[in-house]
C-alpha cells in the first residue's frame, strides 16, 4: 500500500512539474490558438493531455503487468493524474492572489481561462480535473482493448492527431475539393477526424498482410519459375520510381514551402553522405567540416557573381557548370591540405584541430582583408543558377531534381567504396588504427583519401546551396554546420548510408515542421532529440552486418547455411 | 641465414630497460618460442619485430635486411604478421571482412577502379571473398562469416585473429600468448594448430607464452626472457632444466626442487 501510494505521488509530481512547466513557459498559452480538431480540442489542450496520459503511463509501466488491469492499476494511475490536476489547479488559484505574473509574465488571466476551461469557482477546476481524469484513463482503456486492435487504434489516433499538427505540411497535397473537406485552416474537421482514424485503421490493420504477401511474391521472384513475378515487380518498381521523381513537378504549385524545406534536407544529406565516409566510415572525427562546404559556396559564388570589381578585372563571371569543377576541385584540394597536418592526431585532438581549420575559413571569408575577394561581412549575391541551353534552373523544387541527382552520385560512390579494398581499409582504421597499420595498410593515404571524398561531397553541397540561394553570408557558415552535419549521422546511425537521409529528414526537416511550435520550436526539438537518443542510442537506422553484392554472387546459396545476424 | 635476426636490440622506457641487448635468431620454417614471466619483455620485443616501436640500439634484420627503421606498415608488407594477447579484431564488422583486410597488401585497387566497377576489381574482389572463406573454414569458423566479430565466441575470436594474420600471407607470423584465458583442453587443441599452421602454409612461427609447459611440446628452439634480458636458450630440454630458468620462474633455491619435480613427471610418462 505504502509503495503504490509512493508511486502515485511520485509520477503525479513529476508530471505535475512537466505541466508547470510547459504552462508556465507560455507553450499551453501560445499553443491554445490552434484548433486541431474543430471544436474538440487545441494544441495546447493536446499537450496537457499528453502529460495527463504520460503520467499514467508512466505510474502504470512500474507495475507488474497482471496488476495494472486490477483495483490498484485504475487507483495509481488516476491517484497520480489527480495530483497533476491539483498542481494546475492549486496553480490556476495562486495566479491572481500572489500576482505570480510579476515573476512569469506567462502566468496570466488567459492561462488562468484555458486551466478552467472558461469556468469560474469550483466548477472550473472540477473540469481541469476531470479531464486529466480522461487523459489518464486513456491509458488504462488501452489496457482493455485486446490485441492487436490496441495498437493498431492507437497509431491511427497518433497519426491522425500528427496530421492536424502539421496540416500546413499535409493539407497542400491533397486536391483541394478533399483537403477543405478533411482540414480547417487550423487542424481537423470533426468529420476529418473520424475519417482518417477509420482510413488509418483499416490500412494498420492489413498492412502486416499485406506485407506478407509481397515478401512471398519477392521470396518467388528467387525461384526459377519466377520470371514473370520478377518482371511484374520490376514494372512495379519502375512505376513507383517515376511517380516518385515526377511528384515534384505535379506538386509544384502547392508547396513551394516543402521544396524549399526538401532542398534544405537534401543539401544536409549530401553533406551527411560526405562526412559519414570520414566518421562514420574512416572513423576521423571532422568538426570543421563547415570548411569544405563553405569553399564550394564561395567558390561558385566568387566566380560567377557580376559583383567584386577587384575579381572581375581578371576573370569574368562564369556560368554554373564552368565553376563547379573548379569549386569541387579547390575543396577536394583543401581536403587533402587539411589531412596532411592532422594524420598523427587521433579522437579529441583531431577533432579540435579540425574545429580551428573550420574557424579560419570562416574568419578568412569574413574579414576586411579579403573584402574585395570574398565580399566581407556583406557576403556575396547574384551567383549564377545552373542551366540546360536556354532553360535556367530557378524554383525550389526545379533545383530539387539537380540535388536529387547528386544525393544518388553520393549514395553510389559511397556504397561502391563501403564494400571495396579502400573502404575496408578506412573500417580497419576506424575500428583500430594500430591493427590496421600491422595489417600493412597504409594509413596515410587511406585517411587522406577519406578528406578528400569527404570534402569533394561537402564542396558540391556548398556550390549548390549558394546557387540555390543566390546569395551567401559569412555566418551561414558557422561551426553550427558542423555540428548539425555530425548530429545528423549520430541520430541516423553512424556508418549507415539510410541512416543519413533519416538523420538528415529528422534533423533538417523537423525543425522545419516544427514551424507549429512557433518560439517553442527549438524546446520540442531538443526534447525529441533527447528522447530520440535515449530509446535508440545507435540511432534510428543502425547498420546491421550485411552482406555485400560480391558476397551474394560467390557463396549464392551457401548463404542460407551460414549464420546471419 | 636465419629468416629473423635481432642483434642486440635494446628499449628503454624512462629508467626502466624493457629490452636489454636481447639477441635472437629465428630459423625459417622452424616454431621458435619466447617465455618468460610476466613483464619479462616479451611483447616489447613484438612491438620491436613490427615497428610500433623504435629500437634505441642494436638492429633488427628480416631476410637479412634490416627492418628496425622502416615503419609497421612496410614491415607488415614484407611479411610478417602479429596475433595480440588480448585480441584485437575490428569488432563492428564481419568475421569475413576481418579477413579481407588481413589480405589488403595482397589487393590492388583503390579509389576509380569500385567506383567505376573495372572488371578486373571485381575478380580480384571475387578470389579474394573465395580465399578469405577458404581460410575462415580452414580455422573453422567458416559458418560465422558474416556475424560482426565482436559477437564471436571467445575461442572463435582467437582463431579468427590467427586466420586474419594468414591472410596476409606472411612469411613469419608472430603469436603473443595464443592460448590466454584456454582451458587444458583448448590449449592442447591451439598448440596442435599451430603446428598444423607452419606445415600447410610453410611459415615461421614466432610464439611468446608465459606458462612455459605449454610450449615444450611443439618448440623446436626456446629462447627465455627475464627482466628483459636473454637468460637461456636452446631446445625445450636444454632450456627444461637450466637452473637460471627455473630460478626466473620460482625464485632462487627452487632450481633443486625443480629438477627433482621434472624428472620424476619425466618417469612417469
Not at chain 1, 476531470?130 to 482503456?141: E, H, I, M, N
Not at chain 2, 590467427?162 to 596476409?168: N, Q, S
Not at chain 2, 629462447?223 to 632450456?239: H, N
Request: with cysteine; charged share 20%.
Amino acid at each position: 500500500m505504502k509503495t503504490q501510494l509512493r508511486l502515485m505521488f511520485r509520477a503525479g509530481l513529476i508530471g505535475g512539474l512537466i505541466a508547470l512547466h510547459l504552462t508556465l513557459v507560455g507553450m499551453v498559452e501560445a499553443l491554445n490558438k490552434r484548433e486541431i480538431i474543430e471544436d474538440i480540442i487545441t494544441l495546447g489542450q493536446l499537450l496537457l493531455m499528453g502529460v495527463g496520459l504520460g503520467t499514467a503511463v508512466y505510474a502504470l509501466g512500474k507495475l507488474p503487468r497482471e496488476r495494472r488491469t486490477q483495483r490498484e492499476g485504475w487507483w495509481v494511475a488516476l491517484g497520480a493524474v489527480s495530483v497533476v490536476a491539483l498542481i494546475l489547479g492549486l496553480l490556476a488559484l495562486a495566479i491572481k492572489p500572489l500576482n505570480l505574473r510579476f515573476m512569469f509574465q506567462n502566468a496570466s488571466p488567459a492561462l488562468v481561462r484555458i486551466l478552467t476551461f472558461d469556468t469560474p469557482g469550483v466548477l472550473g477546476l472540477v473540469k481541469l480535473w476531470a479531464f486529466l481524469l480522461f487523459s489518464g484513463a486513456l491509458a488504462l482503456v488501452y489496457l482493455y482493448i485486446p490485441q492487436p486492435w490496441d495498437r493498431t487504434l492507437s497509431y491511427a489516433v497518433g497519426i491522425t492527431l500528427l496530421m492536424g499538427i502539421l496540416r500546413a505540411l499535409v493539407a497542400p497535397l491533397l486536391p483541394d475539393i478533399i483537403s477543405d473537406f478533411l482540414f480547417t485552416p487550423s487542424g481537423l474537421t470533426q468529420i476529418g477526424a473520424v475519417i482518417l482514424v477509420v482510413l488509418w485503421v483499416l490500412f494498420l490493420h492489413y498492412w502486416p498482410d499485406f506485407k506478407a504477401r509481397l515478401e512471398t511474391w519477392q521470396k518467388e521472384a528467387q525461384t526459377p519459375q519466377g520470371a514473370p513475378i520478377r518482371r511484374r515487380l520490376n514494372i512495379a518498381f519502375l512505376v513507383a520510381i517515376l511517380v516518385l521523381l515526377l511528384l515534384p513537378a505535379i506538386l509544384r504549385d502547392k508547396g513551394s514551402y516543402l521544396f524549399e524545406v526538401l532542398d534544405m534536407v537534401g543539401i544536409y544529406i549530401i553533406m551527411g553522405l560526405g562526412l559519414n565516409i570520414v566518421v562514420g566510415f574512416a572513423g576521423l572525427l571532422d568538426l570543421g567540416y563547415v570548411a569544405f562546404f563553405a569553399i564550394g559556396a564561395y567558390t561558385m559564388a566568387v566566380l560567377t557573381t557580376p559583383e567584386l570589381p577587384f575579381v572581375r578585372q581578371y576573370i569574368p563571371p562564369m556560368n554554373f557548370w564552368e565553376a563547379l569543377p573548379i569549386a569541387l576541385l579547390l575543396s577536394l584540394v583543401s581536403g587533402i591540405l587539411l589531412g596532411v597536418p592532422v594524420l598523427k592526431t587521433r579522437g579529441d585532438y583531431l577533432a579540435i584541430i579540425t574545429l580551428g581549420f573550420g574557424e579560419i575559413i570562416r574568419l578568412l571569408v569574413i574579414s576586411d582583408l579579403l573584402k574585395p575577394i570574398l565580399g566581407g561581412a556583406q557576403g556575396i549575391t547574384g551567383v549564377a543558377r545552373p542551366t540546360f541551353g536556354s532553360f535556367v534552373v530557378n524554383e525550389s523544387w526545379e533545383y530539387f531534381y539537380i540535388i536529387l541527382v547528386t544525393i544518388g552520385i553520393g549514395i553510389f560512390i559511397s556504397t561502391r567504396l563501403r564494400d571495396s579494398r579502400l573502404g575496408r581499409a578506412w573500417k580497419a582504421i576506424r575500428e583500430d588504427e594500430d591493427v590496421a597499420v600491422a595489417m600493412g595498410i597504409d594509413h596515410v593515404s587511406a585517411k587522406l583519401t577519406a578528406f578528400a571524398t569527404g570534402a569533394l561531397l561537402a564542396g558540391m553541397a556548398g556550390a549548390l546551396f549558394s546557387s540555390r540561394l543566390y546569395s551567401i553570408a559569412p555566418h551561414s557558415f558557422n561551426v553550427l554546420i558542423s555540428i548539425n552535419v555530425l548530429c545528423l549521422l549520430i541520430v541516423g546511425g553512424m556508418g549507415s548510408l539510410p541512416g543519413v537521409v533519416v538523420g538528415a529528414l529528422a534533423l533538417v526537416g523537423l525543425p522545419e515542421l516544427l514551424r507549429e511550435f512557433a518560439e517553442f520550436r527549438l524546446l520540442v526539438y531538443g526534447a525529441a532529440l533527447v528522447i530520440m537518443m535515449l530509446y535508440k542510442p545507435e540511432g534510428l537506422w543502425p547498420e546491421k552486418a550485411r552482406v555485400s553484392r560480391v558476397a551474394r554472387e560467390v557463396f549464392g546459396d551457401r548463404l542460407k547455411t551460414l549464420k546471419v545476424e | 641465414m636465419a629468416l629473423l635476426e635481432c642483434q642486440h636490440v635494446t628499449k628503454r622506457f624512462g629508467g626502466l630497460v624493457a629490452v636489454n641487448q636481447v639477441d635472437l635468431q629465428v630459423e625459417p620454417l622452424s616454431i621458435h618460442s619466447v617465455i618468460g614471466p610476466n613483464g619479462a619483455g616479451k611483447t616489447t620485443l613484438f612491438n620491436l619485430i613490427t615497428g610500433f616501436y623504435r629500437v634505441d640500439e642494436g638492429s633488427i634484420l628480416f631476410e637479412g635486411e634490416p627492418i628496425h627503421w622502416l615503419s609497421p606498415t612496410h614491415i607488415a608488407r614484407k611479411g610478417i604478421a602479429r596475433t595480440y594477447q588480448n585480441i584485437r579484431l575490428f569488432g563492428d564488422i564481419s568475421v569475413l571482412e576481418n579477413v579481407l583486410i588481413g589480405m589488403h597488401t595482397h589487393l590492388r585497387s583503390w579509389v576509380f577502379e569500385p567506383i567505376l566497377g573495372i572488371r578486373h576489381f571485381l575478380d580480384e574482389e571475387r578470389q579474394a571473398y573465395k580465399r578469405a572463406m577458404e581460410l575462415l573454414e580452414y580455422m573453422g569458423i567458416g559458418e560465422w562469416a558474416f556475424f560482426k566479430a565482436k559477437n564471436l565466441p571467445y575461442g572463435q575470436q582467437r582463431r579468427l585473429e590467427i586466420a586474419r594474420a594468414l591472410a596476409l600471407e606472411p612469411k613469419l607470423l608472430l603469436l603473443d600468448e595464443p592460448t590466454a584465458g584456454m582451458n587444458p583442453k583448448e590449449t592442447e587443441e591451439t598448440m596442435a594448430l599451430i603446428k598444423r599452421l607452419r606445415d600447410d602454409f610453410n611459415i615461421t612461427i614466432l610464439l611468446i607464452e608465459h606458462d612455459m609447459r605449454v610450449v615444450m611440446n611443439i618448440s623446436d628452439i626456446v629462447t627465455v626472457l627475464d627482466y628483459g634480458e636473454k637468460i637461456s636458450e636452446g631446445t625445450p630440454e636444454q632450456v627444461r632444466s637450466d637452473p637460471r630458468v627455473i630460478e626466473a620462474y620460482l625464485g632462487r633455491g627452487a632450481a633443486t626442487a625443480m629438477a627433482m619435480a621434472t624428472s620424476s613427471t619425466a618417469q612417469g610418462d
